[in-house]
T-cell receptor, first 113, second 116 residues
Framework: GESVGLHLPTLSVQEGDNSIINCAYSNSASDYFIWYKQESGKGPQFIIDIRSNMDKRQGQRVTVLLNKTVKHLSLQIAATQPGDSAVYFCAENLASNTGKLIFGQGTTLQVKP | NAGVMQNPRHLVRRRGQEARLRCSPMKGHSHVYWYRQLPEEGLKFMVYLQKENIIDESGMPKERFSAEFPKEGPSILRIQQVVRGDSAAYFC??????????????FGPGTRLTVT
């Protein structure tokens, strides 16, 4: 069915370390993916996106990797900071869709000082 | 450049009352999406609108829920005869005209609805 899920509900890392948050999606027809960060009491904040014709995209301190063979998406955060503590969601869009996003359940990232 | 605006930020309604949630998209954005988030869960798509048109309402409950995006003014999500199960955070997102298959959506701060 249509679902986007994450492997781990909570990830705890030391400040300064790199973080890797994983996401599995089930629909091979998805052609667009987004990572969002959500802090407590706030709306999701866009981090980075990637189209299905790419396998890697880099932003400032973040990298998204897409493996279409195994339908896996990951978000890498370099030199994790306390301000990165939040819930991270991956979302997918089906090529046939109107633009609606299908969200996973979220991974909580905890950064230890 | 203001982001997506939503109001009210918090709304308390008794069972049976009506809830009206407002969303003003980012300047220049003509596409509006509504999502609902239950505690400890991801966001669930409800409806996608363009000015004066509902494009996709596949996530909207069949009864009591309606949405509009008039030519002038904000988008409105309306919930009639609210029940406790409607308690959730409701997020609005907007995007510019879809180009090249990218659906980059920017979210507002949400309206937290509590039904007592």
């Amino acid at each position: 069915g249509e679902s986007v899920g994450l492997h781990l509900p909570t990830l705890s890392v030391q400040e300064g370390d790199n973080s890797i948050i994983n996401c599995a999606y089930s629909n091979s027809a998805s052609d667009y993916f987004i990572w969002y960060k959500q802090e407590s009491g706030k709306g999701p904040q866009f981090i980075i996106d990637i189209r299905s014709n790419m396998d890697k995209r880099q932003g400032q301190r973040v990298t998204v990797l897409l493996n279409k063979t195994v339908k896996h998406l990951s978000l890498q955060i370099a030199a994790t900071q306390p301000g990165d503590s939040a819930v991270y969601f991956c979302a997918e869009n089906l090529a046939s869709n109107t633009g609606k996003l299908i969200f996973g359940q979220g991974t909580t990232l905890q950064v230890k000082p | 450049n203001a982001g997506v605006m939503q109001n009210p930020r918090h709304l308390v309604r008794r069972r049976g009352q009506e809830a009206r949630l407002r969303c003003s998209p980012m300047k220049g954005h003509s596409h509006v999406y509504w999502y609902r988030q239950l505690p400890e869960e991801g966001l669930k798509f409800m409806v996608y609108l363009q000015k004066e048109n509902i494009i996709d309402e596949s996530g909207m409950p069949k009864e009591r829920f309606s949405a509009e995006f008039p030519k002038e003014g904000p988008s409105i999500l309306r919930i009639q005869q609210v029940v406790r199960g409607d308690s959730a955070a409701y997020f609005c997102a907007s995007s510019p005209a879809i180009r090249g298959g990218s659906y980059e959506q920017y979210f507002g701060p949400g309206t937290r609805l509590t039904v007592t």
